[in-house]
């Protein structure tokens, strides 16, 4: 590979590890100084509030099936439905992704069998 | 630190990085097929993995480099679409206990990543927490560079002998997401907010802003957050 694209790589590298990094020292750096004050940090409200948004819309990018079709969808709604009623009734992490990724699994693979068979 | 607590959260980490293989296994294989296909070895696409580490804009800069489009753009790009990472370590910071190794280990910071630790660490013992950080990034990370050097070496064979692997296993992610977000529907104004946010990532992933669904989204939720507040303040004022 040319070296110039390996330039053009290693600059992405070193600007996404500084999007992580940086204000990840800037925000310590903040809390260090009120604490050295006595006097207590708080995050902006309206970073705090970013962040559980930012878990809302990456799920909400992530229901989109890989090759959607009906019976793609059909299978991700079951899946969250599964996934939720598992979550609440064991507040657990791994059991209700397994459950959901299982159920969806069934649901795909019977909706894509009827799908076949179907005439036409 | 002792080594006991190290260890002790290390391999929660590992447990807890557990559900993120079926969502990113498949999106690296697809990756090293990709890379692979517009002119990259095996071993760069490899490299790009273990080094940008940011899933969607390692796609946008192999598309971007294969067609030729100028290096300068390409890089900005990427760094236009991993943009959004710049809120995740403020939001861990609160608690992350002191440690040296925190720079160093936001190389692993993903979106689930972020995910994971915004939900995990709060409820977590100070002396776990940088063994939990190790262990949980490094089975995501490990996974993706894994993965994209399967797909590069025979990822064709491997989706078309799996077909239904390779549709099924990504559905994780969205069922990990779900687990790490249903605690925070504890309230009115955070469910409806969350319902505004996830329904504008959906939609926006569909239409033509796909890049850019992710921000968008949570801006659409912060804006709902603000004038769900400011009309809850008003009706109070009025109550009073």
Known sequence: MQIDIWIAIVVAAIGTYALRVGPLLWTQRHFNKHKANNTEARLPLWLSVLGPLMIAAMLGTSLIPKTPSTASWIATVIGTVVTVFIWRKTKSLGLPVFCGVLSFGIVFGLVLGADVKLPG | ?240
């Open chain 2, 1 to 240: 630190m002792s080594q006991l607590s190290l260890n002790s959260g290390l391999k929660q980490g590992v447990i807890d990085g557990l559900p993120l293989l079926g969502g990113y296994i498949p999106v690296a294989i697809s990756f090293g097929v990709i890379a692979v296909q517009a002119g990259f070895s095996t071993l760069e696409a490899t490299l790009i993995s273990a080094f940008i580490y940011a899933g969607a804009s390692q796609f946008l800069l192999v598309a971007m480099v294969a067609s030729g489009a100028p290096l300068w753009l390409a890089v900005c790009m990427t760094l236009l679409v991993n943009v959004r990472h710049v809120v995740y370590a403020p939001n861990l910071v609160p608690y992350l206990p002191q440690s040296k190794a925190w720079p160093y280990l936001m190389h692993g910071l993903t979106d689930q990543i972020f995910a994971l630790a915004h939900t995990c660490l709060p409820g977590m013992d100070d002396t776990n927490k940088v063994g939990w950080f190790k262990g949980v990034s490094m089975v995501a990370w490990l996974s993706w560079i894994i993965g994209t050097a399967l797909g590069g070496i025979g990822g064709d064979s491997l989706t078309q002998q799996w077909p239904m692997l390779d549709s099924v296993m990504p559905f994780a992610l969205p069922a990990l997401f779900l687990v790490l977000l249903a605690p925070k529907f504890s309230s009115k104004l955070w469910s409806l907010t969350l319902l505004v946010t996830m329904t504008a990532a959906l939609v926006l992933a569909l239409s033509t802003f796909k890049n850019a669904a992710i921000p968008l989204a949570a801006m659409c939720g912060a804006i709902t957050y603000y004038l769900l507040t400011l009309n809850g303040e008003r009706k109070q004022s009025h109550a009073n």
